[in-house]
């Protein structure tokens, strides 16, 4: 192989870069967080939901989860339009995104909720606590800890795989940067070769976050590597 | 010259020292009895010669030929004439009674298979098991289960039968099934190492009792001896706490 | 609306239909390729990174070190990367190939950890039994080790496959006719967005759902252990 590496033009460019890193980031916390709050609404409703609106969850969860997200992002921005929804690309993602973690999230909830056992509920009873102390001190910190590690580890897909769909329809993400750099002066493999490097160090930074703000506030451990 | 003899061999398990030096030798067709407290190296003792457990100092001489653990060559004529029985049997859980006693013969020492089955039939009819060469491990008792390891060590014809606190893990009715075989072992004139708790065993067939303490040999000598005047207090101590009982 | 339903009749029609067949047909192909592939590679990596010795310590930080990296770069990134790389070495390639490659590196840094686990949970005194009479690596962890950890493994591996069919769909990026590629090839053509991704999803759907099931069954039928399926045929006959 005799190709020539040429690494210059990406240093000149790493600004843009680095800006996409930005928006990576972003796309991944806010489409986690969205997530979440899917997921809390939809795990307590498959706990202790009737049965209807459990059949509608459980409909969501698993066509979400059987499709592919960038399916289910190329349905909001090529199909919604017909009906007249008009969002921008980057909506289009983050929405996307928001749906599809909202899915996977419910399930790793779930597995938590079903993990308090009765019998600390009724310790916390007759311990005196009213039910929402019983919320707030004993079956909180306890999905919390029982979930923590796949949680930290979700955020780490959406935050790789989940973003990075977006430089499909044209999002400046991190991928998307690349793409568009690479396109103006072919020098493809050096701009991802460094856009590899970059999506390391970012999610290695985001799992020593994780892993510190998991001993600090729910006492557990979470391995790095 | 001995069969086997261990010269001040040393031990370690990560910074803890677990044998600090431990010497004995056992002559040809000799039945050799480690004893000692738990905890004070007689597994490791065992672990070391057949080299699951490095060896840090001194060393293991077969026929007066050292063993070099280092070197795999040495540690595979080594292996080639010993074999281990576990206190906690080992058997591959994957395979069925008879493909465990013949799986190292065929596989390793590269017998033909018919002679195999046939040694493996032989055997597994002396330990009282011919008829369960088609049943899997976990379908046996702990008894069964210990007399298939004895079986499958001797499948390999080794030399030196080391055999570790064979009987501890088995009910008390399922001991002399066990020990009837050793016997047996014992009068056909194997060598063998063995770690036992089981006082009145070892005095019925020991040629030598090795008492460890600490990793460390405390005191070495005939059954009767040692049990019944042992010359250090440890051991006193020891075997009068024991064999009280 | 009324657009989608006066396409609907001439969207399913039977040339559009077994295009969609030949792609979906693809992209299984491709997913099985390159897990079938990486699944043996990543035993390769595996063992590798159990070579003992002091000398091997620098292939064993390398193991690890895939492993580490391709977890955590964004599957369209190792596609161009792949697609960039293989070009300018046998610029004759096919996008299929590529694509499997591409595949196929992804799969080995997953189910790596998989198998690892996996040989992990036999326990340690069965290796032992096989090296003390001799056994050698290989020929422990293929006669020993793995015909025990294969329950461990397998319903995980197959698991990640399966859900690597849906994360093929990226490689419809560098011009691979698989089923989001044809979608939007229907897209463009002026077919609805919602007729065509609605329809491609299903076609996802119908391909996840079913296997992802059976990986379900199989997880529950492996972890039955033997005695207990043993008298579970005895009690039935
Ligand atoms: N795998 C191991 N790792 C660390 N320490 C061990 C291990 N196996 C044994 N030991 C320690 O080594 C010492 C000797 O153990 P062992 O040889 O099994 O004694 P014995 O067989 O006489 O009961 C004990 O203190 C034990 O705790
Ligand atoms: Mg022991």
Not at chain 3, 194 to 206: K, Q, R
Request: net charge positive.
């Amino acid at each position: 192989m005799n190709y020539n590496f040429q690494y210059g033009v990406v240093w000149d460019n790493f600004g843009a870069l680095m800006e996409g890193a930005w928006l990576t980031f972003q796309l991944g916390v806010f489409a986690f967080a969205g997530g979440i709050l899917i997921g809390l609404l939809c795990a307590s409703i498959k706990t202790y939901g009737p049965w209807p609106l459990r059949l509608l969850v459980d409909t969501y969860v698993v066509f979400i989860t059987n499709t592919p997200a960038l399916i289910q992002i190329y349905f909001l921005y090529f199909g919604l339009p017909e009906l007249g929804v008009r969002w921008s690309n980057e909506a289009c993602v983050l929405i996307g995104l928001v749906l599809n973690a909202g899915a996977y999230l419910t399930m790793i909830l779930r597995a938590g909720f079903l993990s308090v056992r009765k019998n600390e509920l009724e310790a916390g009873l007759t311990l005196g606590f009213s039910v929402v102390q019983q919320i707030r001190y004993i079956i909180v910190p306890h999905i919390a800890k029982a979930v923590y590690p796949a949680l930290a580890n979700f955020f780490i897909v959406v935050l790789v795989m989940g973003t990075s769909v977006g430089a499909l329809i044209g999002v400046d993400e991190l991928t998307g940067q690349a793409i568009n750099l690479s396109s103006i002066n072919y020098r493809w493999l050096e701009y991802f070769s460094v856009v590899a490097v970059i999506y390391v160090v970012l999610t290695f930074v985001a799992s020593v976050g994780l892993a510190l703000l998991g001993r600090w506030a729910f006492r557990v451990r979470v391995r790095i590597f | 010259m001995p069969h086997l003899a261990v010269n001040n061999l040393r031990a370690k398990y990560g910074a803890l020292e677990v044998l600090k030096g431990v010497s004995f030798s056992i002559e040809k067709g000799q039945v050799v009895a480690l004893v000692g407290p738990s905890g004070s190296g007689k597994s490791t003792v065992l672990r070391t010669l057949v080299g699951l457990t490095p060896v840090t100092g001194g060393n293991v001489t077969i026929h007066d030929d050292k063993i070099d653990y280092a070197s795999s060559g040495s540690l595979r004529r080594a292996r080639d004439q010993m074999a281990i029985v576990f206190q906690q049997y080992n058997l591959f859980q994957n395979m069925r009674i008879i493909d465990n006693v013949t799986v190292a013969p065929v596989k390793i020492k590269k017998r033909p298979k018919d002679e195999a089955r046939a040694d493996a039939e032989r055997l597994l009819a002396m330990v009282g098991l011919a008829d369960k060469l088609n049943a899997f491990p976990d379908q046996l008792s702990g008894g069964q289960q210990q007399r298939v390891a004895i079986a499958r060590a001797l499948a390999l014809h080794p030399e030196i039968l080391l055999l570790d606190e064979v009987t501890s893990a088995l009910d008390p009715e399922l001991v002399n099934e066990v020990l009837d075989s050793i016997r047996q072992l014992a009068k056909d004139g194997m060598t063998m190492i063995l770690v036992s708790h089981e006082m009145a065993f070892v005095r019925e067939v020991a040629d030598k009792v090795v008492f460890m303490d600490g990793g460390s040999v405390v005191e070495e000598g005939l059954p009767e001896v040692l049990f019944d005047a042992p010359k250090t207090d440890r051991a006193r101590e020891f075997f009068g706490k024991i064999l009280r009982h | 609306m009324e657009r989608i339903l006066e396409q609907i009749p001439r969207f399913f029609t039977a040339d559009n239909m077994a295009l969609l067949l030949q792609s979906a047909g693809l992209t299984l192909a491709m997913t099985v390729a390159g897990c079938v592939i990486g699944f043996g590679l990543a035993f390769v990596l595996v063992y590798l990174r159990q070579t003992p010795g002091r000398w091997a310590l620098p292939l064993r930080v390398i193991c690890v070190a895939y492993v580490e990296v391709f977890r955590r770069i964004p599957f369209i990134v190792v596609i161009y990367l792949v697609l960039f790389f293989i070009q300018t070495v046998a610029s004759n390639a096919s996008l299929f190939t590529i694509a499997v490659i591409s595949i196929c590196i992804y799969a080995i840094a997953y189910t790596a950890e998989i198998i690892r686990g996996g040989l992990e949970s036999v326990p340690l005194t069965q290796m032992e039994a096989a090296r003390a009479m001799n056994f050698g690596r290989l020929r422990t962890l293929v006669t020993i080790t793995l015909p025990q950890a294969w329950p461990v493994i397998l319903p995980p591996a197959i698991a990640f496959a399966v859900s690597f069919i849906k994360d093929t769909a990226l490689v419809s990026q560098i011009g691979v006719f698989e089923l989001t590629f044809r979608g939007k090839e229907l897209n463009n053509q002026g077919y609805s967005g919602i007729l065509v991704f609605g329809t491609i999803a299903m076609c996802y759907f119908l391909m996840s759902f079913p296997l992802s099931m059976l990986g379900q069954y199989l997880e529950k039928r492996l972890a039955t252990p033997r005695s207990e399926q043993s008298a579970r045929k005895i009690r039935r006959t």
